[in-house]
């Protein structure tokens, strides 16, 4: 195709080959032709619908990409506040656990120390009724006033880890004054075990 003179204003002309060439006012460019498929005056442009469908599709990945967030920071919190409860639950437990068990050991304490007391004193009424049965058959010299025990090495009844006590005994039959009493010395020896006691005459 010839060239146009250079009066021939810028356009679209036709093209001997066919179709339509545009003219720049200087030299023929390489455009398509306005009723080319490659035109972008003859490109379609998508349906509305289309766009809006594929808006709605955007607008939907992105609100369920928040809701998914949001339930599943949900979920984790829910699991941690389930786990530390869990864990509160069991230190309390154990803490109970262990108040109880105290609890219940020093009720047993206090019963096994009223237990050794009353033991004493059956102790001592029984170094009594030996000392008066002495004093009857003329052994020593009577009344006996009081008798009183007391663990050897000054131990003490309130020492629960003790399995065995040895006492000493003093069964007075004489009040000197000012807090003075004469007597006789008797020892005992008591088995917490078994709960069982022996007792005579003398130091232990």
């Not at 060239?3 to 179709?19: C, V």
């Not at 880890?161 to 005992?188: I, L, Q, R």
Request: aromatic share 6%.
């Amino acid at each position: 195709m010839s060239e146009p003179s250079d009066q021939i204003p810028a356009g679209w002309y036709p093209d001997p080959a066919g179709g339509q060439r545009y003219w720049d006012g200087t030299k023929w460019l390489p455009l398509p032709a306005p009723d080319s498929k490659d035109s972008p005056t003859s490109r379609k442009r998508p349906p509305k619908k289309v766009l809006i469908a594929a808006l709605a599709i955007v607008l939907l990945a992105a609100v369920g990409g928040t809701v998914w967030k949001l339930s599943h920071d949900s979920n984790v919190k829910a699991e941690r506040d389930a786990a530390a409860a869990a864990v509160q639950l069991a230190a309390d437990e154990e803490a109970a656990r262990v108040a109880a068990e105290k609890s219940a050991q020093e009720s047993k304490d206090a019963s096994e120390r009223a237990r050794r007391i009353l033991a004493v004193t059956n102790i001592e009424s029984s170094v009594k009724t030996m000392a008066e049965d002495h004093v009857s058959k003329g052994f020593m010299d009577g009344p006996i006033i009081s008798v009183s025990c007391s663990p050897v090495g000054g131990g003490s009844t309130d020492d629960l880890s003790e399995k065995t006590t040895v006492f000493e005994c003093f069964a007075a039959n004489e009040n000197k004054g000012d807090g003075m009493m004469s007597g006789y010395k008797y020892h005992a020896t008591m088995n917490w075990s078994s709960g069982e006691f022996t007792y005579g005459l003398g130091k232990p």
